[in-house]
């Protein structure tokens, strides 16, 4: 993906007794990831860990990811921080943004010269530094796709990456990017990644995320996203969330009771790749979380009429074809995720393109995907069985449509997609 120039961010420094300033970099890519078991309510808010564990899957960074460039200098007077070539100007004194910093630099390494050996940043320098960063992601904000996800999880990657940084148990990066943005922690592995409750542990160490597959394990795995609105959403996640764990009694016992028994079943499900379970699962998931939100007080309306409507096409689908061909899923968002297997992919993007019509050339991402699916025929028969409770919808009630797959955590990028530039004076 070429950068374009907004999302480029210029920084004027000037020389240090006529020598340009020593700048030490690093750019990372990191992915999004969506959840098939829910991730919902706070246990310790300081911490930002959850009242359940959850499961995610990685999504491929080719369509949507966070790229970020970690800076670091002598030369730099304070933390700066851009999104989106804008910069924040509270960012760097807010605890989430702090507590990624802080707890990636207090685990960095002497940068050595590989030919002399020569310590060039002692690790204890890295400390005395100001940090300049700047992020951009490839998908709408807050828009119930998961940037925060991947936005945080590129946060701490570019900062391991810059300060050479080593953990000091299994998962301490994740537990760091936890504390930026919950969903973060599942997004600095491939494939399908479980975020472990924890709690045994004072100060929380041990709600960690952990890679139950590698992104190689089921290759077959495809995700169709319906981006129902693009828009911000009315009640953001952590408002969401404190709401619910106040006032749902649904939600407490979803926790204490349900959620366990599902992340054995999704695991199972995955390693076993059998589709019918893990789209069972994923899809009972959803909905319950969605009642969840339902029961909240005052209740939290997180879907619309067009989710609901993507819902009973795809249990149609299903029924037509007599087993689990797609399940679909939720987040905080209208937006509808749907998983399928690589053999039902062009099958079910033609039954989204039939009844929700595309909107301009660029509906699709994939444009060879979207033109196998308007030419395939599908069944007479499934269009009947669909038409039951499905009607074709008004153009634009879906604005966009992405075909992607399981994918890789996060990934170092070279010089050239560095996302700041320097200007020296």
């Known amino acids: 993906q070429k950068m374009t120039a907004s999302r480029k961010v210029v920084v004027a420094l000037s020389k240090v007794d006529g020598d340009d300033p020593i700048i030490h970099t690093a750019t990372v890519s990191a992915p999004t990831n969506i959840a098939c078991i829910k991730y919902w309510g706070k246990a310790n808010k300081h911490y930002n860990t959850p009242i359940n564990s959850s499961l995610s899957l990685t999504l491929d960074q080719s369509d949507l990811r966070a790229v970020t460039t970690a800076t670091a200098s002598p030369s730099f007077d304070s933390d700066r921080l851009w999104l989106n070539g804008q910069e924040v ?13 802080d707890g990636v630099v207090a685990l960095a390494t002497d940068k050595v010269d590989s030919s002399s050996g020569k310590i060039l940043v002692s690790k204890d320098d890295w400390k005395k530094m100001h940090v300049h960063i700047a992020s951009y992601n490839t998908f709408p904000t807050a ?6 996800a991947a936005g945080y999880a590129a946060l701490v990657a570019a900062l391991v990456e810059l300060y050479g940084a080593k953990e000091s148990y299994p998962g301490e990066f994740t537990a760091i990017a936890r504390q930026g943005s919950g969903s973060a922690c599942r997004s600095l592995y491939g494939g399908f990644v479980a975020w472990r409750q924890g709690g045994e542990k004072e100060d929380w160490s041990d709600s960690i995320a952990e890679q139950v597959a590698d992104e190689s394990h089921w290759p077959e795995m495809r995700a169709v996203i319906l981006v129902v609105s693009d828009a911000k959403k009315e009640t953001s996640s952590t408002d969401g969330m404190s709401t619910s764990v106040a006032t749902s009694e649904l939600l407490a016992f979803r926790a204490k009771e349900i959620v366990s028994k599902r992340m054995k079943t999704i695991e199972e499900a995955i390693k076993a790749k059998d589709f019918e379970a893990f789209g069972k699962v994923t899809m ?7 009642a969840t939100c339902l029961d909240t007080y005052p209740p939290i309306f997180y879907m619309n009429d067009v989710s609901r409507s993507i819902i009973q096409m795809v249990h149609k689908y299903n029924s037509w074809a007599g087993g689990i061909r797609a399940a679909y899923t939720f987040d905080a968002g209208p937006n509808a995720v749907l998983y399928t297997l690589e ?19 660029d509906y699709v991402n994939n444009v060879n995907l979207k033109n196998e699916a308007l030419e395939f025929q599908l ?16 153009t634009g009630d879906v604005k966009m449509v992405y075909c992607t797959k399981g994918g890789t955590g996060p990934q170092v990028l070279d010089a050239v997609s560095s996302v700041i530039d320097f200007k020296i004076e």
């Open 284 to 290: 009972m998931d959803s909905n319950q979380f969605h």
């Open 89 to 101: 100007d509270s960012a760097c004194t807010s605890k989430r943004f702090r507590a990624c910093v």
């Open 143 to 148: 828009a119930g796709l998961a940037s925060s």
């Open 379 to 394: 069944n007479p028969s499934l269009i009947e069985c669909v038409e039951q409770s499905s009607r074709i919808h008004e």
């Open 343 to 361: 053999e039902y992919v062009v099958e079910l993007l033609a039954l989204v393109l039939k009844y929700y019509p595309e909107v301009g050339e």
